[in-house]
């Protein structure tokens, strides 16, 4: 469905070389995961800690925003 896809270990974009999640993916995973955020954020939260190891100079709340930021439902606009 996507090439907006994670390039590890950088952690880039496939398809358009942004930061992953890019936001074009974040788009894609919140309509995959309509009405299971909750799957969603176990999802992220994996890939949060993978990020976490194989970019060890990322600071925490950077990656934290990168990988769960955007899902706080109080920010989020649907
Ligand atoms: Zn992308």
Redesign the pocket.
């Known amino acids: 469905m996507s090439d907006?896809n994670a390039v590890r270990p950088d952690w880039l974009?496939g398809?358009?070389g942004?930061p992953w999640p890019?936001r074009?993916?974040q788009v894609q995973l919140l309509a995959e995961y309509d009405g299971a955020l909750v799957s969603l954020a176990l999802l992220m939260g994996t890939y949060f800690c993978d990020g976490a190891q194989e970019l060890p100079d990322a600071r925490a709340g950077d990656l934290y925003a990168r990988f769960l930021g955007w899902l706080d439902p109080y920010r989020r606009s649907r």
Do not use: I, P, S, W
């Open positions: 907006h974009c398809g358009c942004q890019c074009t993916r």
